[in-house]
Structure formats: structure tokens, C-alpha cells
């Protein structure tokens, strides 16, 4: 649709409905600057991993597994 048909059928309306057109506009103007503006997602990091390597020489994962279901 052009712009010129978008504001003749503007023109067309009654003036509640004009004023409801523009309400909505000024919702949608708020919601899509909002959206733009939103952070990105940040991504799992796995900084953890390797966390417990010192005790690799001491305990098998199935070990260290049941003790932290003790833990619990």
C-alpha cells in the first residue's frame, strides 16, 4: 500500500479512529525501538570445565558422581 492510500484511508476515518490509528502507532514506535535496544543473549560458557582435574589422580568420575548424589 502506498502512502498516499495509507493516508487517504487515514483521512476517510472519524476522528476517534484517527486517534486510535495514531495511539497505535506510538505503541509500535515504542515496542520496535525497545526490541532494537534488548541485549544480546549471552551464550553458555564453559569455564568450569577442567575444575576438577586435580582430582582425577584420587577419585573416577562414577566416584565423585555418587558423592555429590550424597551431597544432595
Known amino acids: ?4 492510500a495509507l493516508i487517504a484511508k487515514y483521512e476517510a476515518l ?3 479512529a484517527q486517534k486510535q490509528v495514531e ?3 506510538e505503541f509500535l514506535s515504542i515496542t520496535a ?5 534488548r541485549p544480546a543473549k549471552r551464550r553458555f ?3 568450569w570445565a577442567g575444575g576438577l582435574a ?5 577419585f573416577t ?6 558423592r555429590l548424589n550424597e551431597l544432595r
Not at 525501538?33 to 535496544?37: C, D, E, I, N
Not at 568420575?61 to 555418587?66: F, N, Y
Request: avoid cysteine; glycine fraction near 0%.
Open 1 to 4: 500500500m502506498s502512502k498516499n
Open 14 to 16: 472519524p476522528v476517534t
Open 23 to 25: 495511539t497505535f502507532i
Open 33 to 37: 525501538s525497545a526490541k532494537s535496544t
Open 45 to 47: 560458557n564453559f569455564d
Open 54 to 58: 586435580e582430582l582425577k589422580d584420587r
Open 61 to 66: 568420575a562414577v566416584e565423585l558422581q555418587h
